[in-house]
């Protein structure tokens, strides 16, 4: 019954905050002194036509009326233009992209496989590589080892991802000619052009966020080995192996998956430099685009998709610790 | 004419394969759906002049004996290599195959699926001439040059077999007005009678100005006169749609083909492949040679790795070219290495010019912007904007290769590239210049600012104190086409004709009903004289007489000095090792992507 409520409030919660950041997105776009219906206007334009052109798109009406038309839209569909030439936007209607003359809905879902294909591989990657070397460098704390691993982890969280990206670029695709340089294959046309395409970017990815992972992990890991726990399981005889992975590295894991769950939902919203560097057609490259264009329901919809994604993450990692630990959900609090 | 973008094809609405935006740089954004990079950029056009002047004669003249019969003539013996995947590298996300839509030239993306009414072919000796497409000839004006007769050639078909009529090219133009399709080139809207307030065909209005006697014949009428109409019908909403295939949400990826390709498989975000179209007839085509057996757009491409990558020139990158400007940083490398043979750096194209606002405080004053003119250092500006390969300096309105631009001195447009320090300053000093600060807003990157600054320090040696204002692109675009005007006294900006006729350089950028409302009238000069001249050449149907009055028009209107012609910019573009016909003609100032072959 707690855990019933908890799942509530959480659910209401994350509802608001969408509805939050919709608005909010909407504000900032609409009060932008940039106008997306300049763009479809065509050349030469008329002020006529200009008029045209936002009335279609919607942008005579107030913030307010915008916003709701999109809320109502998510909820129930919608649809767009005149009559003899109407276009339907099915629910959940994210908004209606007018310079791809496509809904939103559908242009995520159609980039939504790239995104995740490079975020879940680059995910896994830096798992296992931050983890790893955390763990090795908390348990040989004070070694070269432990330096070294440090040092390339400091290095790695102050690399900018553009650079690091071109400089893979052009040494194991240019020079090295070792991988493709660019381009992204579907899973169902070739498994393994879809592997071999994605191993740079996953590198890059990986190689700079699992720095961040190394520290994380390697302070808890210090802290757990110091804790009383520990001792007492060393002084019951328990090969230290056991005790560096059964004991200390569970529990250091904790905050180390809350991490990994938001990072890796903000990453399904978007790497955006790396798959442009990559050339990858994903939701940031989308995003990059619509900036472009100033093809404000398209930014709108990526970003609400986006926070959704960041916060239902938030969520899996609450419920999951309210399984994991009572004391969480007993308190009807999360964390 | 448009305003430059960057790369071909650009971004924005990606509409455009070329895409050009009304920025310094080449293409794309605009574009957003073609290929044109995010850059823009804009056909540069110089002397198509013997083409274009051989062209709008036999298109002007009324004289049958005049018209170009289809076919005949121009047959080039010279065959094309068949065969190959050619493969077209671009920043944008989409292809945008709307011809409704699509601001592409025509001779690039939407060229190799879609014929018009009339299409562009461009010659070795770098001339650019309309030539009959779909149209048995380059069209046949009544005796008072506002009405226009085509006749449909025979034979010609849809990809599935359907003849193309002349109530498909009619459709084709009419669901151009409809607000869901807006954005594409659009200056029919302006031309065409009774298009005031007709919104497109799907809530069963026709438009009246545009009669189809016959399944062959197309007749339009126009609210005056328009010796330009020939180029007019080049453009995208100008060729053939399919009403039983018209769906406004899937024609974009899905159009029906009638030239040598049609669209095969568009992978979202990642690639567009054509294969070609069996109903094509190259015997009925002198516009398109057709060599490659399909073509490849690879989407969503950074245009420093598209650089690097056709420098490296391996494996299928041999057969491939870049759709949008080679970046500045990659310039300086191609020049220096083993892929300058394959760098192609266009004739001088688009105009690049500092905008002065004539309704701002004291720029009202013709003496104060004559000092401007004095005191810009336009060898400054060109070093910024990457020297001699960037574009050669501009003394003119037309730019060079089009009827109609003449050199001429009025005292200020020839100052040595450098300015006239001393002028400027006793023109200022005699204006009672106020000495108040001056803003110059510019697009918010890198390249433009560097321009920008090289402005400033010009007009600094004068005593004119300069603000740069830097502004997102859509900001900015709002500030210098919409509103009063009233958030900048400077601005620059570039432009390039979609037509090789001064029309396209002087009309868009100088009309005064170009003022705000979206029109590119940045200075917002007005004068009923010069509104009266331009009025005057467009209607003009005899070439001799348009050029001349062009001539007239371009010293009338510099010699109020409401902008300070600086460069005419050239784009540089890199192929593959294997591609071969890779030319850039005189105008625009983009490869001609329908003659491009490959080597076996």
Known sequence: MTFVRFLATRLATLAFVLLTVSFLTYAIFVLLPADPAQLACGRPCTPERLETARAYMGLDRSVVEQWWEFVRGVLTGRTFGSAG?????????????????????????????????????????????????????????????????????????????????????????????????????????????????????????????????????????????????????????????????????????????????????ALLGGAVITERVFSMPGLGALLMEAVGRTDVPLLVGVTVFTAAVVVVANLAVDVVHGVLDPRVRRGGRAR | MSPVTRGPERPHLSFRTPSFRTLPYPEDKKDHMNNAPRTPHRPSGRAVAAGIAVAAMLALSACNANSRPAGEADAEPTAVQQGGTLRILTPSDAINWDPATSQNLAITTLGLVERRLTSWKTNPDGSTEVVPDLATDTGTPSDDGASWTFTLKDGLAFEDGTPVTSADVKYSVERSFAPELSGGLSYHKNLLKGADGYNGPYQGDELDSIETPDDKTLVFHLDSAYGDWPWIVSMPAFGAVPE?????????????????????????????????????????????????????????????????????????????????????????????????????????????????????????????????????????????????????????????????????????????????????????????????????????????????????????????????????????????????????????????????????????????????????????????????????????????????????????????????????????????????????????????????????
């Open chain 1, 85 to 265: 030439a109407t276009v339907d936007c099915p629910r959940p209607c994210l908004g209606y992209s007018f310079a791809h003359n496509t809904p939103v809905t559908e242009l995520i879902v159609g980039r939504i496989g790239v995104t995740a294909s490079l975020a879940i591989g680059a995910a896994m990657l830096w798992l296992v590589l931050g983890v790893g070397a955390g763990a090795v460098a908390a348990v040989r704390r004070g070694t070269v080892l432990d330096r070294g691993l440090m040092v390339a982890a400091i290095t790695g969280v102050s690399a900018p991802s553009y650079l690091v990206g071109l400089l893979g670029i052009l040494l194991f695709g240019f020079t090295l000619d070792m991988v493709p340089v660019s381009g992204y294959v579907p899973f169902r046309d070739s498994p393994v052009d879809w592997a071999w395409h994605l191993v740079l970017p996953w590198s890059v990815l990986a190689l700079l966020s699992a720095a961040v992972y190394t520290r994380l992990t390697r302070s808890q890991m210090l802290e757990e080995l110091g804790a009383p726990y520990v001792r007492t399981a060393r002084a019951k005889g328990i090969t230290e192996e056991r005790v560096v992975t059964r004991h200390a590295l569970r529990n250091a894991a904790i905050p180390v998956v809350t991490l990994f769950a938001l990072d890796l939902g």
């Open chain 2, 244 to 600: 039983a295939k018209d769906d406004i949400r899937t024609y974009t990826t899905q159009p029906v083909a009638t030239g040598p390709y049609r669209v095969a498989e568009t992978v979202e975000g990642t690639s567009v492949t054509l294969e070609r179209n069996p109903e094509w007839d190259p015997s009925t085509d002198e516009a398109r040679t057709a060599g490659p057996d399909s073509v490849v757009f690879e989407l969503s491409q950074d245009e420093t790795v598209v650089a690097q990558r056709l420098i490296a020139d391996s494996g299928d990158d041999a057969s491939a070219f870049g759709g949008s400007f080679v970046p500045p940083a990659q310039l300086a490398q191609v020049q220096q290495g083993p892929a300058q043979d394959r760098l192609v750096t266009s004739g001088p194209g688009a105009l690049a010019y500092l905008a002065i606002n004539t309704e701002a405080e004291g720029l009202d004053d013709v003496d104060v912007r004559r000092a401007v003119s004095l005191a810009v250092d336009k060898n400054a500006y060109r070093v910024a904007a990457g020297g001699e390969i960037a574009g050669d300096f501009a003394t003119t309105l037309v730019t060079p290769g089009i009827p109609g631009r003449e050199e001429y001195s009025n005292g200020v447009n020839d100052a040595a590239p450098e300015g006239d320090v001393e002028r400027a300053e006793s023109l200022l000093e005699e204006a009672g210049w106020s000495g108040r600060q001056l803003r110059l807003v510019v697009q918010d990157d890198a390249p433009t600012l560097a321009r920008a600054q090289a402005v400033q320090q010009g007009l600094e040696r004068a005593g004119l104190k300069v603000k740069i204002v830097p502004q997102a692109d859509d900001v900015w675009t709002q500030t210098v086409t919409q509103g009063d005007g009233s958030g900048y006294d400077l601005t620059l900006s570039s432009w390039q004709p979609d037509f090789p006729s001064a029309n396209g350089n002087i009309q868009p950028l100088f009309h005064s009903s170009q003022v705000g409302g979206g029109g590119y009238n940045l200075a917002r000069y007005t004068s009923p004289e010069a509104d009266d001249l331009i009025d005057r050449a467009t209607q003009a149907t005899d070439p001799d007489a348009a050029a001349a009055l062009w001539v007239e028009a371009d010293q009338l209107v510099l010699g109020d000095a409401p902008v300070v012609p600086l460069i005419y910019t050239k784009n540089s573009f890199l192929h593959g090792s294997k591609v071969e016909n890779f030319r850039i003609p005189d105008f625009p100032a983009y490869p001609n992507y329908l003659q491009v072959s490959l080597a076996p």
